[in-house]
């Protein structure tokens, strides 16, 4: 049974920064892209970075581009998502997600019907 498991969520003020992670089991994330999305109150659920299963590719939503950075490290099967310069419009609930085939590719999955795989969330807050 696979399960994501997300955490290091919580509150901060503008400019500082979070690192969530997304520890896997169940998957090897060695070969397996993945994902993070995110959900603001009131608004859809929006895809915000992903990762390739090599580790060399990775992509993100314009908003947040020079300011996060996805990671993954394979021996503690665990995928990371450094959030710098975070602004109150970052405030949502974020979600790590695996799609249902391994070495999913050669493009990288950003469409939520991509991914089967999804973890529970990690409320992020930032305060103005």
Do not use: H
Request: a positive charge.
């Amino acid at each position: 049974q696979v399960q994501l498991v997300e955490s290091g969520g919580g509150m901060v003020q503008a400019g500082g920064s979070l690192r969530l992670s997304c520890a896997a089991s169940g998957l090897n994330i060695s070969t397996y892209s993945m994902g993070w999305f995110r959900q603001a109150p009131r608004k859809e659920r929006e895809f915000v970075a992903a990762i390739t299963w090599t580790g060399y590719r990775s992509i993100y939503l314009d908003s947040v581009k020079g300011r996060f950075t996805i990671s993954k490290d394979n021996a503690k099967n665990t995928v990371y998502l450094q959030m710098n310069s975070l602004k109150p419009e970052d405030t949502a609930v974020y979600y790590c997600a695996a799609p249902v085939n391994e070495r999913f590719g050669p493009s990288l999955p950003t469409r939520e019907y991509q991914y089967t795989y999804w973890g529970q969330g990690t409320q992020v807050t930032v305060s103005s």
